[in-house]
């Protein structure tokens, strides 16, 4: 089983990260939805890579997440994957800087999370292969008070994911959540998206709530 004639959903995908996964789904053969919040970005990335399908939206907003999941089904159907890129760093000055505009900030990706994976979570389980992925931080596994917020809604994401996990176990579908773990995207875009492609050539159940770190070897 490969990723071919597979549609993969990308959130957050203007991103260099995001283009390297949309790059090598292609190249791979799959489907691909490019799904970010600034139109110039999306229509740019459609220029660089001919064949991915730009859809805007705001996906910390319920209603535009499911505005969004009305149009990629009219445009191309069910989907089978789903990439989650959003994301962004704020952090420093220990526990008392931990500021709420910074958590604000930062939960947006959580958010979207949440509300983009409901939206396709049919999708998902009907598929004979669907997949979601995440990319979370090392700090999960070791928190610094600098890093106390960015710590704690990676953390959240990741406990979603589990929750995500144990719902395509409970359902009985052959589907995985999966999250990647890195101290830092830069340098390691290409490594992700080879290692979101592979995620179609391995048996669901095996990979199924299953956690990699990137970059560790």
């Known amino acids: 089983m490969t990723v071919a004639g597979r549609t993969v959903l990308i ?3 203007t991103s260099a990260s995001g283009r390297a996964v949309a790059r090598a789904l292609l190249d791979a053969g799959a489907s691909v939805i490019v799904v970010g919040s600034d ?4 229509d740019a990335l459609e220029a660089e ?3 991915v399908a730009g859809e805007r939206a705001d996906l910390t907003d319920g209603d535009d997440v499911l505005e969004l999941a009305m149009r990629v089904h009219a445009r191309v159907g069910d989907i089978d994957g789903l990439v989650h890129l959003v994301g962004g760093w704020r952090g420093g000055g220990g526990i008392l800087g931990q500021t709420d ?3 604000r900030v930062l939960e947006r990706s959580f958010t979207a999370l949440r509300l983009v994976s409901r939206a396709f979570w049919t999708d998902l389980v009907a598929s004979p292969a669907g997949r979601v992925a995440i990319v979370s931080s090392t700090t999960v596994a070791h928190p610094t008070a600098g890093g106390a917020n960015y710590a704690a809604v990676k953390s959240a994401s990741e406990s979603w994911m589990q929750s995500l996990a144990q ?3 409970k359902a009985d579908a052959p589907a995985a959540a999966v999250t ?5 995207l830069a340098g390691l875009e290409d490594r992700l998206a080879a290692s979101v492609v592979d995620l179609w050539r391995a048996d669901a159940a095996s990979l199924n709530g299953t956690v990699t770190v990137l970059g560790a070897d």
């Open 11 to 13: 959130a957050g995908a």
């Open 39 to 42: 139109q110039g970005r999306i």
């Open 49 to 51: 890579l001919p064949g």
């Open 180 to 184: 990647f773990r890195v101290t830092s």
């Open 101 to 103: 505009e910074d958590y």
């Open 167 to 169: 719902g395509f176990m």
